[in-house]
């Protein structure tokens, strides 16, 4: 891995994972009890203490960052910033909203890459997010053991608890990885562990939608169902393929076509939520967090394919 590598994959990593990490504490905060209402300040503090280290890679990515490798939909999609307003609108909590237009604007104005940045700079900021990001981790963690001994009550389900977590401490390592020298995907086994995780989170989406979704959106609920199946069988498939190399051109393959369709399910989602449409427990914000995760995961995909040919 070159300089220039580290530099482009550690600011892309982290466009895309602080804000996924600071909306799962919006999340978090949406969901608790009045008794709980306690641990809204340190949460708030967490999340105000993201949005600085996020404005930061926005900033640093500026001229650095290909244009064309921020297009993907996993930064922002054309829902973000309608769907933070709305979120805190509904909830009262208080979403920087600044940072999402100046990601926009970092989209929308195509900029030749003009400037280098110090590989020192960059490692800096990596490891002010990992300290953040243990104890992120811990937290999410102590809720979970709170919530699974009955000490606690929160409206997450247990399993978007523990999803929540792996999230983060799956970018944690990436950052590990990237601290240390290595690519994030420098072998087909890196591949097939990268399509294992992501695959998995996939079909979890389509257990929480379809378990949010009000029991009236029946055919709503039968296509979230239909996605849960498709990718438990992938996953199975990748975390196989991560011993059996030659499973992979095929998983992969199947893996583009399942969340390219479940990324469509995920836009009418959040279009029909935003528009008021579709009967749900679903925050907006949420809907479009998905939807990036999604895209995200298709962005990975591409790059395996290059990989594997």
Known sequence: MTEMEYVIHS???NLFFLRIIKEHLIFTIAALMPRDQGMVPELEKTINNLEELLKETVLMANGVVPTQNLMFGDIVTPYTLKA???TQYYTGIKINTN????????????RPVSKTMPPKAVSMLNQRIMALLEKII?????????VLS????TTIYPLMLDHVTREAEHYLQLLQRLESSHGLLETPRD????????DNIMGEHGKFIRGLLDPSEENLIQQANEFVNIFTE???TA???????????????????????IKNFKEQGTEGILDCKIRSIILPLLSDHVLREANHFLKELRMVQKIIK
């Open 150 to 153: 009955c000490k606690m009550f």
């Open 234 to 236: 992938l996953t199975n």
């Open 138 to 146: 811990q937290t999410k963690k102590m809720v979970l053991s709170n």
């Open 11 to 13: 600011i892309e990593t």
């Open 239 to 261: 975390k196989m393929a991560i011993n059996q190399l030659e499973l992979l051109p095929q998983v992969t393959s199947r893996s583009v076509e399942a969340t390219t369709d």
């Open 99 to 110: 940072i999402t237009q100046m990601e926009v604007s970092l989209l929308t104005s195509i």
């Open 84 to 86: 933070e307003m709305v």
């Open 191 to 198: 591949a097939a562990g990268m399509e294992a995780f992501w």
